[in-house]
């Protein structure tokens, strides 16, 4: 379990881990059970931050620090994905194989510069609204459930390029133990730290990784890497927006 879930930090983080002694597709796809918990790894680094540096400073500078944290552990690997995949996807064009083209082009468009700006600045407004008593359950689950989506998607959607990458790795090792493992532990995390609310925002958060996963079999044949970070992303932001909809 241990050895899994260092792979999975290492393959979603850029945290300084040492390097883990298997890292072949095999077993980086039988990590994806522990992707949560990858994810709350994080949450917990950022709730640490809050807790014992930045929760003194004005709320919009602590959230610009979180949002700055976030992306440092991440790397931005999840942000690069959901640029490609608004590049392609708001593109315009409707072959698949032209979408699937401009999603593979590392250089960024006005739709993908406008899909991180957009995200961001409702991370950062929802960061900046919540109360106390919610930022911090918050923080802890929002990268949790954001981790799940993954998961979901990896099992529900065949992968679409004809030829393999990170993203095939993830649907090839996907299986229903894994899946219903990983979404033990994100509802765990989501009643512990929220209780019932938890639990809700987590399902509507899901309910929303379904619905866009079905779109991206329709639109594209299924899944990639890019939508992945797509996913991981604006699913992260439907369970900020929803713990707002509990503040208001």
Same mark, same amino acid.
């Given at each position: 379990? !241990?050895?899994?879930?260092? %792979?999975? *930090?290492?393959?979603?983080?850029? /945290? +300084?881990? $040492?390097?883990?002694?298997?890292?072949?597709?095999?077993?980086?796809?039988?990590?994806?059970?522990?992707?949560?918990?990858?994810?709350?790894?994080?949450? !917990?680094?950022?709730?640490? %931050?809050? *807790?014992?540096?930045?929760?003194? /400073? +004005?709320? $919009?500078?602590?959230?610009?620090?979180?949002?700055?944290?976030?992306?440092?552990?991440?790397?931005?690997?999840?942000?690069?994905?959901?640029?490609?995949?608004a590049d392609g996807i708001f593109s315009g064009r409707n072959d698949p194989d032209d979408i699937l083209a401009i999603m593979k082009d590392s250089a960024i468009g006005t739709m993908g510069t406008l899909a991180l700006l957009l995200v961001l600045l409702l991370k950062f407004s929802c960061l900046t609204?919540?109360?106390?008593?919610?930022?911090?359950?918050?923080?802890?689950?929002?990268?949790?459930?954001?981790?799940?989506?993954?998961?979901?998607?990896?099992?529900?959607?065949?992968y679409a390029r004809p030829r393999g990458g990170l993203g095939k790795?993830?649907?090839?090792?996907?299986?229903?133990?894994?899946?219903?493992?990983?979404?033990?532990?994100?509802f765990a995390v989501a009643a512990a730290t929220a209780g019932f609310s938890g639990i809700a925002v987590t399902a509507t958060g899901m309910v929303y990784v379904y619905l866009i996963t079905r779109y991206f079999i329709r639109r594209l044949g299924g899944a990639t890497g890019d939508t992945f970070g797509f996913t991981v992303e604006t699913a992260e932001t439907v369970i900020l927006l929803c713990f707002s909809l509990i503040a208001a």
């Open positions: 379990m !241990l050895h899994r879930l260092h %792979l999975a *930090l290492s393959f979603l983080t850029r /945290l +300084p881990l $040492p390097q883990p002694r298997v890292t072949d597709a095999g077993e980086i796809g039988a990590s994806q059970a522990m992707f949560p918990l990858a994810g709350l790894c994080l949450g !917990l680094l950022a709730a640490a %931050l809050h *807790l014992f540096v930045t929760r003194h /400073l +004005p709320r $919009p500078v602590e959230a610009a620090g979180l949002l700055v944290l976030f992306t440092w552990m991440t790397g931005g690997f999840h942000l690069d994905g959901l640029a490609d995949t609204s919540l109360p106390a008593d919610l930022l911090l359950p918050a923080l802890l689950l929002y990268p949790t459930a954001g981790r799940l989506g993954i998961v979901i998607q990896a099992k529900m959607a065949p790795t993830m649907v090839d090792g996907a299986d229903g133990r894994r899946l219903a493992g990983a979404a033990a532990a994100t």
